[in-house]
């Protein structure tokens, strides 16, 4: 018998008891032992609902049973649940879980315990959803040196742009819309200023290359400034914008951001729309592989955590090896980072074509039908030359990188 017990009854946490109850004999046969969640833990009662039977208040109970094999942590937020984990691990028993700020923030320090504890510390559900990629990162691409990750990382940024793309209307409309149906919470901001996908792609990137990237060490700006205009031009360029977290090789260095892009029809992710979510990942053996499915919901979310609750246990005192070490990764700094810029000028201010060609070079002009714009697409540039550039501009309305 492999007893499970679930930190939190919210909407993953239900999903995941709701999963192991509904596929338990498919489960069990795929472990090759029988699975039961033994424990709920919750602060809140649930009248009515079979839970009632093994919900429990106190973590201690979890924390001192020896039958606990696994526990799966989807309570949310650092703290308690860092502690709990810890506990857990230091107790010898696996965890699971759904929380990509605990992984971000404390994951090398977790996972050197599950190590030394010869247990393990798994996280699928933390980037992308449902989607399976620590899982293929840590084992089918293993062989591959990873030259780059790129995803489509949050799908509440991802419907806001398609229905921009598809509706038109401002941003503003979108994300209500998007609050309307349940996508963007309340307090959307760590969606829409990328916050979210920085944590997934600096997840990402730490496990490619074995060392720490922090969420605040990623360079990341988000869709807020994302307007009509912007998708009226991609359209002329027949263009779709997409919110990006990209870890990507460059030297012995790793470029790591999330920020807007326009991408055409030939890019793998160009069809990645509404809530979906995508990670194109490319090995130096491997060449291209891509990863889609639902990035955030309920039961996708849950599944993740239960493959993880299948490996722990069918490894229940077998340490996984997972290189990430605390040590920090060597990161291209922003002002070096190289794209092709998308830019906008307001023609009422100081736009004269020689004054472009003597700052950027030569650039191509991107005509959408806007007589009181100048807008053009400049040759691979740095970061730091854009910012030096429209410091001479005081007409810079907009500019988007392409990919
Ligand atoms: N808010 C996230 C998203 C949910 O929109 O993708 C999953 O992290």
């Not at 990942?281 to 955030?296: E, S």
């Amino acid at each position: 018998m492999i007893n499970v017990a679930v930190l939190g009854y919210g909407t993953v946490g239900s999903g995941v008891v709701e999963i192991i109850n509904t596929n338990n004999a498919l489960i069990s046969k795929r472990i090759g032992d029988v699975i039961k969640v033994k424990y709920v833990l919750d602060l809140r009662e649930f009248e009515g609902d079979p839970v009632q039977e093994v919900l429990v208040h106190d973590y201690n109970i979890i924390k001192d049973d020896p039958e606990v094999d696994i526990v799966v942590e989807t309570m949310g937020g650092l703290h308690p649940a860092y502690e709990f984990v810890k506990d857990a691990l230091l107790a010898g028993k696996n965890v699971c879980t759904s929380n990509k700020a605990l992984v971000a923030d404390f994951g090398p320090e977790l996972l050197q315990i599950a190590k030394d504890k010869k247990v393990n510390f798994l996280f699928e559900a933390s980037v992308g959803g449902g989607i399976p990629i620590i899982r293929p990162l840590k084992t089918s691409l293993a062989p591959d040196e990873i030259e780059e990750i790129s995803g489509i990382l949050n799908g509440t940024t991802n419907y806001i742009l398609t229905k921009m793309t598809d509706e038109g209307g401002e941003f503003a409309e979108a994300l209500k819309d998007a609050q309307d149906k349940g996508y963007a919470e309340r307090n959307p901001e760590a969606d829409i200023e990328g916050y979210d996908a920085a944590r997934k792609i600096a997840i990402l990137v730490s496990l490619a290359y074995g060392k720490t990237v922090s969420f605040e060490d990623v360079y990341t700006e988000g869709i807020t400034n994302i307007s009509d205009r912007d998708i009226v031009y991609a359209k002329a360029l027949k263009k779709k914008i997409k919110i990006f977290g990209t870890g990507k090789k460059v030297g012995d260095k790793v470029s790591v951001r999330v920020w807007p892009v326009l991408i055409g029809k030939e890019h793998p992710l160009y069809n990645v729309d509404g809530v979906y979510n995508a990670i194109l990942v490319r090995g130096n053996m491997v060449d291209d592989v891509m990863f889609y499915g639902q990035g955030a919901g309920k039961l996708p979310t849950a599944s993740a955590v239960v493959s993880d609750v299948i490996e722990a246990a069918k490894h229940l005192h077998i340490n996984i090896n997972t290189v990430w070490s605390d040590e920090k990764l060597e990161l291209v700094p922003a002002k070096q980072m190289k794209a092709q810029y998308f830019i906008r000028l307001n023609k009422k201010k100081d736009v004269a074509e020689e004054k472009v060609k003597k700052l950027f070079g030569d650039v191509t002009v991107v005509d959408a039908g806007f007589e009181d714009e100048y807008a053009f697409i400049t040759g691979e540039i740095t970061e730091g030359t854009y910012r030096e550039a429209s410091k001479d501009l005081d007409s810079v309305v907009n500019k988007i990188r392409l990919d």
